[in-house]
């Protein structure tokens, strides 16, 4: 059974810096690529960053770019969002998911596996 | 690539056939997903390349369209299907999502 474990979300000050992590099972992971995608309280769903287990290749979406960062540890079957200079925008539940993948293993765009998710809350 | 669905929210009663509508702002050709997410938990795949159903998702569940026009239609609509629908492309980063729609009992 595939499973996706995040973890490391709680309250935060703005400003403050948070790690979440997700832990990985049931599948490959050195070879998956995955994802953060985020959910605001009461709203839709924004797709934040990728990395890529193949070629190591990084994406990410403006609103984080340069305050975010995306990493993965293939020995801990472990991902990673390093949250820093957080706003109370910032303030949702955080979810890795990982890439659907061709036949050849080639991530696609859609999410096929999602974790539970973990709550931000960014407030003084 | 903005989406944009359409109803936002939509009441039917269990049996009842309907259909969500997603739009692209430019044509994403069949790059487009569908998730179900039930209240307090994570998306759940339901659709990919437009109407590609997921393996173990029920049949009742169909995709259709290309271009910047999509649909998602459920059959007969079952308790399980009370929930809010995303449509998202992966033509291109940023991955985008459509704001959803809410299914809810008439």
């Known amino acids: 059974e595939v499973q996706l474990v995040e973890s490391g979300g709680g309250l935060i000050q703005p400003g403050g810096s948070l790690r979440l992590s997700c832990e990985v099972s049931g599948l490959t992971f050195s070879t998956s690529s995955f994802n953060w995608v985020r959910q605001a309280p009461g709203k839709g769903l924004e797709w934040l960053s990728f990395?890529?287990?193949?070629?190591?290749?990084?994406y990410y979406t403006d609103s984080v770019k340069g305050r975010f960062t995306i990493s993965r540890d293939n020995a801990k079957n472990s991902l990673y969002l390093q949250l820093n200079s957080l706003r109370p925008d910032d303030t949702a539940v955080y979810y890795c998911?990982?890439?659907?993948?061709?036949?050849?293993?080639?991530?696609?765009?859609?999410?096929?596996?999602w974790g539970q998710g973990t709550l931000v809350t960014v407030s003084s | 690539i903005q989406m944009t669905q359409s109803p936002s929210t939509l009441s039917a009663s269990v049996g009842d056939r309907v259909t969500i509508t997603c739009r692209a702002s430019q044509s994403i050709s069949s790059w487009l997903a569908w998730y179900r997410q039930k209240p307090g938990k994570a998306p759940h795949l339901l659709i990919s390349k437009a109407s590609i159903l997921e393996s173990g998702v029920p049949s009742r569940f169909s995709g259709r369209g290309s271009g910047t026009e999509f649909t998602l239609t459920i059959s007969s609509l079952q308790p399980d299907d009370f929930a809010t629908y995303y449509c998202q492309q992966y033509i291109t980063d940023p991955w985008t999502f459509g704001q959803g729609t809410k299914v809810e009992i008439k």
């Open positions: 998911a990982r890439n659907g993948v061709t036949v050849t293993g080639t991530p696609w765009g859609y999410f096929d596996y």
């Open positions: 990395i890529n287990g193949f070629t190591g290749a990084i």
